[in-house]
């Protein structure tokens, strides 16, 4: 059986922590101008991956 890899892309955005994986929140890239400043200062934090999709990132990040 050879080595499991880990998806590089995944190992980029996601960090695990004691809860599950941290991750940076979306939208926040490009037209920006149109966002309120309270929506874009709210978007800079970092979120939690939902319950529902650590089972994806975990198979994703299983190499490592």
Do not use: E, W
Not at 20 to 27: L, M, P, T
């Amino acid at each position: 059986m050879p080595k499991l890899k880990t998806h590089r892309g995944a190992a980029k955005r996601f960090k695990p922590t004691a809860k599950g994986y941290k991750c940076a929140q979306s939208h926040h890239n490009h037209i920006l101008t149109k966002k309120d400043t309270k929506r874009k200062r709210n978007l800079r934090q970092t979120n939690l991956v939902h319950p529902s999709d650590v089972r994806s990132v975990d198979r994703m990040l299983q190499g490592s």
